[in-house]
């Protein structure tokens, strides 16, 4: 005799009688098959000036129906990652607990972030509906000039990623605008070549008006 016991969306449960005695299996189902489910990316536009220091406050969040969030036993090979790569021009001075540098020489310097679910029992970790994990990262602007922009996206193959269900939330921008640089936009604590000229163009009106006093003056006494 086989029984077969639904758990929620989760767990499947298979009971089989052989030979006098119960046999019991565990299936695990992701659940992706019956409600959606998706991973969104939150990147970050910064501001700052040469030499300060900012935090870019990069995310992950996973919405919809549970999805195992380890794919063996061991919790060695999680159902995804999120990649972070940040534009040149800065230096990284922090890295989230759960951020490490990717090795690659033929590629930009990029960091591989986990979301940290992880079990020592029986349990399967899994991700949930309404699960965030924060990636804090402080950064110095060091070189205005060469901030072109980075990115953070999901990391995982292309089939596995196939139930997402708004693939365009995975990948996200992140950008860095210099402020007091030359050709960068007027704000607080710039100085822009337009304030500059239109400050001289004042002190030379206020310089003839002076002048063009003092002559009246002159003139009158001479009379």
């Not at 870019?56 to 195992?68: N, P, T, Y």
């Not at 029986?122 to 980075?150: C, E, K, N, Q, W």
């Not at 960068?184 to 002190?203: D, L, N, Q, V």
Request: hydrophobic fraction near 40%; charged fraction near 20%; include cysteine.
């Amino acid at each position: 005799m086989i029984r077969r016991v639904r758990l929620g969306r989760v767990y499947a449960v298979t009971a089989a009688v052989l030979g006098g005695g119960l046999l019991l299996a565990l299936l695990v189902t992701d659940g992706s098959g019956d409600t959606p489910w998706d991973l969104e990316v939150t990147g970050a536009a910064l501001k700052g000036r040469k030499g300060e220091t900012v935090t870019a406050g990069l995310a992950l969040d996973f919405h919809g129906a549970d999805v195992q969030a380890q794919l063996d036993a061991e919790n060695s090979v999680p159902f995804a990652r999120t990649e972070v790569q940040f534009p040149e021009g800065v230096t990284v001075l922090s890295t989230p607990e759960l951020c490490k540098l990717g090795n690659s020489t033929t590629r930009k310097p990029f960091y591989l972030c986990e979301y940290g679910l992880y079990t020592n029992s029986f349990d399967i970790p899994m991700l949930r509906d309404g699960f965030h994990v924060a990636y804090p990262f402080r950064l110095r602007i060091d070189d205005p000039s060469r901030l072109t922009g980075g990115r953070i996206r999901v990391d995982a193959p292309a089939e596995r990623l196939r139930g997402d269900a708004d693939p365009e939330n995975s990948t996200a921008s992140i950008t860095i605008e210099a402020i007091g640089e030359a050709g960068s936009s007027a704000g607080s604590g710039s100085w822009s070549t337009t304030a500059w000229t239109a400050t001289a163009g004042a002190g030379a009106l206020a310089l003839t008006g002076l002048l063009a006093a003092g002559l009246v003056r002159a003139r009158r006494r001479t009379r």
